[in-house]
């Protein structure tokens, strides 16, 4: 590994690499490593999971108790609530600001965002009283297919090590294999994983 080319054709040069994208995004920069079929394959097995979000602005509060709540039975329709106003200290100025999660939301993401809007605000509806008669001032759905890889059972086995074939490449990011499913810490482990895995490296001939 000597370095890496961009898009337009800029190498930049490296004593060792990193490759930390995504899985949905491996496809084609690994080309050259001899076992690269069997990391695009992996790749694609772990697949992908979608995520939508809906920043609703509503023309009251809705009642919450917490920054954060969690919805029991809200599984696919809206997991979590965020109170934006309890988080930063929002002033609403006539709008409350709630941003709405949805994990694994695999049937919502093919749905519109009217109808995602909807039922987001019959579940809202159900929960907080408060809500009943609230008026939608705005809202915007953030559709995210690809938000992070999939998690189903089986697959744990799937995730590629840090190490390649290559001793100055090394693979990192929440989908290679680490102690943690799709999370920030999976990414850090991996990082801390790949520069250690680097740094027992010593290029041959050099005697630093
Ligand atoms: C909506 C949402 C909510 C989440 N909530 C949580 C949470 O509450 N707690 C938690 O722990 N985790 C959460 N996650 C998961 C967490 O964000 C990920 O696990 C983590 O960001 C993965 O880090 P990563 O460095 O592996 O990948 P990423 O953060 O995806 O970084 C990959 C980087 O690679 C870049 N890239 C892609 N293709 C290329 C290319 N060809 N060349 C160069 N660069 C490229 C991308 O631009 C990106 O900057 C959430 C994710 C989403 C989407």
């Known amino acids: 590994m000597t370095g890496v080319r961009l898009v337009d054709g800029t190498e930049i040069p490296a004593d060792a690499v990193i490759c930390a994208v995504p899985n949905s995004r491996i496809h084609g ?30 023309d009251r509060p809705l009642g919450t108790k917490s920054a954060m709540e969690a919805l029991i039975g809200g599984t696919g329709v809206i997991d979590e609530v965020f109170d934006r106003q309890r988080m930063h200290h929002r002033t609403p100025d006539g709008a409350w600001l709630y941003c709405l999660t949805t994990s694994g939301a695999y049937k919502q993401i093919h749905k519109s965002n009217d109808e995602i809007v909807a039922e987001q605000l019959a579940l809202i509806r ?25 998690q189903v059972l089986g697959t744990a086995g ?34 801390e994983r790949a520069v250690r895995a680097l740094l027992a490296y010593t ?5 630093r």
């Open 158 to 191: 799937l995730r590629p090590g840090q190490r390649t074939s290559v001793p100055n490449l090394m693979l990192a990011g929440d989908w290679t294999r680490t102690d943690w499913s799709a999370t920030m810490e999976s990414a850090a482990q991996s990082a």
């Open 203 to 207: 290029p041959a001939g050099d005697q």
């Open 126 to 150: 159900r929960y907080y009283p408060e809500a009943a008669a609230a008026k939608v001032v705005h809202a915007q759905v953030v559709k995210m297919p690809k938000a992070t890889f999939s």
């Open 29 to 58: 920069l690994l080309d050259d490593l001899p076992e690269h079929a069997e990391i695009y394959a992996a790749a694609d097995k772990l697949g992908v999971t979608p995520i939508v979000s809906t920043n609703l602005y509503l």
